[in-house]
């Protein structure tokens, strides 16, 4: 599978604590190819070969577990 780029925005994202936590455990999934969370601009920017559908379910997953007021949405 073809490695896709993507950008969503993390709404309600509060701090960078919280970023640095989602950025990371978001790492560990398994198809993803690199992450990064800016905190200033609440961007998250992924690279990953997985299924776009179970990706997205598991980034929400991942930012709610942390911050319960967050929303993820594509860019």
Do not use: Y
Request: charge should be negative.
């Amino acid at each position: 599978m073809a490695t896709i780029k993507k950008q969503f925005v993390l709404e309600g994202l509060c701090c960078g604590n919280c970023a640095a936590k989602i950025q990371n455990d978001i790492r560990l999934l398994d198809g993803i190819k690199h992450a990064e969370v800016n905190a200033d601009t609440a961007i998250l920017s992924v690279e990953f070969d997985t299924d776009a559908e179970t990706l997205i379910k598991e980034i929400t997953r991942i930012a709610v577990s942390h911050d319960e007021d967050i929303a993820v949405k594509e860019a």
